[in-house]
């Protein structure tokens, strides 16, 4: 069966043509230069580029996998978390292509679908397996049993996400937004044992995160700087703030491995992109003979593909379709895999 994933909860409009663990087409608009000036993403900016964009982007979509429209058997769209106003295109746009398709619609969980992604390049995913989610908006360690029907919450962010820390990082070192990437370069050239950042939670036993510390003591550490007249010395910085985050991440991911003694860690959303992140938990998965997925970086980062991977495994799992008046929820909570 032939599933359309629509995916509109931030400010990439991503349309996903997937059948069975097959991607077709993965087709992306962003509006992320309409934001950066701003320094983070603007709502009414994103729903109105979401508008814009969904059609042309569809239509590339069907283009690159050589389909029709009609010959979509179940539709898939983000239904949370996200911006509400930004969902709410991608919804309605669902809601309408299932109705007049006569397809079932699945209103799915975006954090979920971060996870789901991997099967379209590694394959069925191992159950159980624990999930790293680190993305713009959330970080959380998840023992995913069936990502069709269950997830389950081991522990979260307290304070910053990941993503949210790299961001504010960047802006403090006068990098352009998204940051993330942006320190990934940086700190290519610098060393990540350079200056001794705080890890937050490292030794506290539970499987939660804090990074609102670290980025408090980056900006501290530059004031301080700047103040003694001495330049920044960017990518050494760049290079131990990413050092202090990946860290503490795959220490607490094989940490919970190995609580519930699952041996397939798995890691999704945009900062899995991050290299030393890829790099240092490989290390860490081979040394606790550990096998570790991670999906290529374009699958990392917001996308079309991602939800109808988690929507065809929905369909090829059984799990009933959503109603047809589901609402877009933007705090819809991780362990909620459909609405
Ligand atoms: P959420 O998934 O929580 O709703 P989102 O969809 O906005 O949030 P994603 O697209 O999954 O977030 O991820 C974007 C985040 O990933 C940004 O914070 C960005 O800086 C970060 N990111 C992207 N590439 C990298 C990288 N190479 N290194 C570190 N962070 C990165
Ligand atoms: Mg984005
Ligand atoms: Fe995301």
Same mark, same amino acid.
């Given at each position: 069966?032939?599933?359309?994933?629509?995916?509109?909860?931030?400010?990439?409009?991503?349309?996903?043509?997937?059948?069975?663990?097959?991607?077709?087409?993965?087709?992306?608009?962003?509006?992320?230069?309409?934001?950066?000036?701003?320094?983070?993403?603007?709502?009414?900016?994103?729903?109105?580029?979401?508008?814009?964009?969904?059609?042309?982007?569809?239509?590339?979509?069907?283009?690159?996998?050589?389909?029709?429209?009609?010959?979509?058997?179940?539709?898939?769209?983000?239904?949370?978390?996200?911006?509400?106003g930004?969902l709410l295109v991608?919804v309605a746009?669902?809601?309408?292509?299932?109705?007049?398709?006569?397809?079932?619609?699945?209103?799915?969980?975006?954090?979920?679908?971060?996870?789901?992604?991997?099967?379209?390049?590694?394959?069925?995913?191992?159950?159980?397996?624990?999930?790293?989610?680190?993305?713009?908006?959330?970080?959380?360690?998840?023992?995913?049993?069936?990502?069709?029907?269950?997830?389950?919450?081991?522990? %979260?962010?307290?304070?910053?996400? *990941?993503? !949210?820390?790299? &961001?504010?990082?960047?802006?403090? @070192?006068?990098? +352009?937004? $998204?940051?993330?990437?942006?320190?990934?370069?940086?700190?290519?050239?610098?060393?990540?044992?350079?200056?001794?950042?705080?890890?937050?939670?490292?030794?506290?036993?539970?499987?939660?995160?804090?990074?609102?510390?670290?980025?408090?003591?980056?900006?501290?550490?530059?004031?301080?700087?700047?103040?003694?007249?001495?330049?920044?010395?960017?990518?050494?910085?760049?290079?131990?703030?990413?050092?202090?985050?990946?860290?503490?991440?795959?220490?607490?991911?094989?940490?919970?491995?190995?609580?519930?003694?699952?041996?397939?860690?798995?890691?999704?959303?945009?900062?899995?992109?991050? %290299?030393?992140?890829?790099?240092? *938990?490989? !290390?860490?998965? &081979?040394?606790?003979?550990?096998? @570790?997925?991670? +999906?290529? $970086?374009?699958?990392?980062?917001?996308?079309?593909?991602?939800?109808?991977?988690?929507?065809?495994?929905?369909?090829?799992?059984?799990?009933?379709?959503?109603?047809?008046?589901?609402?877009a929820?933007?705090?819809?909570?991780?362990?909620?895999?459909?609405?």
């Amino acid at each position: 069966p032939l599933v359309l994933g629509i995916e509109t909860s931030c400010d990439e409009t991503g349309i996903g043509l997937v059948r069975g663990h097959t991607l077709l087409a993965d087709t992306i608009a962003s509006s992320v230069d309409e934001h950066a000036r701003f320094g983070g993403v603007v709502p009414e900016v994103a729903s109105r580029a979401h508008l814009e964009a969904l059609t042309p982007t569809l239509e590339r979509a069907l283009d690159r996998a050589g389909v029709k429209l009609s010959d979509v058997d179940a539709v898939a769209v983000t239904a949370g978390p996200g911006l509400a106003g930004a969902l709410l295109v991608g919804v309605a746009a669902a809601k309408a292509y299932a109705l007049g398709l006569g397809v079932p619609l699945y209103g799915v969980n975006h954090l979920a679908a971060h996870v789901a992604v991997d099967q379209l390049e590694h394959g069925p995913l191992p159950k159980p397996c624990v999930a790293l989610l680190v993305s713009g908006g959330h970080s959380s360690l998840l023992l995913v049993t069936d990502v069709a029907r269950e997830v389950i919450s081991l522990g %979260s962010t307290v304070d910053d996400a *990941a993503g !949210e820390a790299f &961001d504010k990082v960047a802006r403090v @070192l006068g990098l +352009p937004f $998204p940051g993330g990437p942006h320190i990934d370069r940086a700190a290519a050239s610098g060393s990540g044992d350079a200056i001794a950042f705080p890890r937050g939670k490292y030794d506290d036993g539970t499987l939660d995160f804090s990074f609102s510390g670290l980025k408090t003591a980056v900006a501290r550490w530059i004031e301080a700087r700047e103040a003694a007249g001495e330049p920044v010395p960017v990518a050494d910085v760049a290079a131990s703030f990413q050092e202090a985050v990946v860290d503490v991440l795959t220490r607490k991911a094989l940490q919970a491995c190995a609580r519930y003694d699952v041996k397939d860690l798995l890691i999704g959303g945009g900062v899995a992109a991050n %290299s030393r992140l890829r790099a240092l *938990a490989q !290390e860490r998965c &081979d040394a606790a003979g550990v096998r @570790l997925r991670v +999906p290529r $970086p374009s699958l990392c980062t917001d996308n079309g593909a991602m939800v109808a991977a988690l929507g065809a495994e929905m369909l090829a799992a059984g799990v009933p379709a959503s109603p047809l008046d589901i609402p877009a929820d933007s705090s819809l909570p991780v362990t909620t895999v459909r609405v």
